[in-house]
């Protein structure tokens, strides 16, 4: 937690916040260590970052003074990130990790090789979803939350929702054996979408390439998804 | 699991391997599904890969007919991976990724702000180093296992070992707030060192400078050691 994230409802005023959950203060006590008169890098949810000192600390809250939340929140990645629904622990892991990276839309897909009981998963539960971002936003001291929206049928959203998101978007498909190396420090629109374990299977891969999709691979290694995530992402942007 | 990695001792002679290990023959019956007459990719610890055909499986062993071991694991990156030694979990992940990626030499350093308790760890016994090493080669087709050593104190490593390390090889010292952003798509030998969560105290970015360490930064999102360390390698090689 290198940045407190103030929910709108956590703010007294313009220059006071208060926080109350178990979590914060929990982070606060242990790993921060905090004191009064402390000062702590605040952002507000959605808008600005800026400091603010500790001026009470209890059992149940902790009270903030704002000095000022002026500071814009770093550069989002231009990439809408399509990835095939992982496992519930690496969806959480991973869905901390691009957060933390800077993608703002997230499209979690149902394919061939995706188990059906992963979208029974409680890490699909909004509420969980939102814990993990929120994590994400925290470590890399940003406060503009992603919009994470699911597709549980492979079929719908490549017919009917990927040719309007390609329209003004670099289609890219990163598959083991296809052509093209991942490209290198990019900054145009991007949409990138990543298999699941196991791979697309052949039908799907010949889906998005006629939609529009470059396929890309990141060579001979195959990388477990959460690795194949950040190395993708970090490489292209 | 990619790749079955056997040890010499698994090898009976040139064209038939056995594996015993619960480890393995579960992943061989539960993920794999794995039935007499399926082909699967075998290779040898520190040697070659290639294809081999299941001839038995029962329940304490499983047994392949080797066609030939005859391709070159996939390239190593160029790199000696110097990192500061993250908290067990973090490390036991992050041990996975970087092999995964292939590095092949991981130093793991004492810093100021590395908890020393993390030294006492069990993840750091060599069985389990070891353990995390296979599951990255097993994972990215690789059979050459990193060298991993420990350095528990600071200035002894950066003194005594580092300047000898740096004689053939680019220094590059990644941590927020550097001057110079993290290059892309280098192939020459490099030293690359990685902070703790927390980052390096001022003196030993110091002493990592005059030891002729670059400063490089990933720009302004502040990243959990596991993402960073995927994040650099994907970016640097």
Chains 1, 2 share one sequence.
Not at 89 to 100: G, N, W
Request: hydrophobic letters at 40%.
């Amino acid at each position: 937690m290198n940045l407190i994230l103030l929910a709108a409802q956590d703010l007294l005023n313009d220059h006071c916040a208060v926080v109350r959950d178990p979590r914060r203060l929990r982070h606060l006590r242990e790993v921060h260590r905090a004191n009064i008169g402390d000062e702590l890098t605040l952002g507000l949810a959605g808008g600005k970052l800026g400091k603010g000192r500790l001026v009470r600390i209890e059992d149940d809250l902790a009270q903030f003074e704002i000095d000022s939340l002026d500071q814009m929140p770093p550069a989002a990645l231009p990439v809408h990130l399509v990835l095939a629904l992982p496992r519930p622990r690496m969806l959480a892991r991973s869905l901390e990790h691009v957060t933390a990276l800077g993608v703002k839309h997230i499209t979690l897909l149902h394919t061939r090789r995706v188990e059906k009981s992963y979208w029974q998963s409680p890490e699909l539960k909004p509420e969980k979803i939102h814990q993990h971002l929120v994590l994400g936003l925290e470590q890399a001291r940003d406060t503009l939350l992603p919009e994470v929206s699911l597709e549980k049928h492979f079929k719908p959203f490549v017919e009917d929702r990927l040719p309007a998101l390609l329209e003004h978007r670099r289609g890219l498909l990163a598959h083991p054996g296809m052509p093209d190396a991942c490209p290198r420090g990019i900054d145009e629109p991007t949409l990138l979408v990543i298999g699941p374990e196991g791979g697309f299977i052949p039908y799907e891969v010949e889906r998005l390439l006629e939609a529009g999709c470059q396929g890309i691979h990141l060579g001979e290694r195959i990388l477990r998804v959460e690795t194949a995530v950040t190395a993708l992402l970090s490489r292209l942007f």
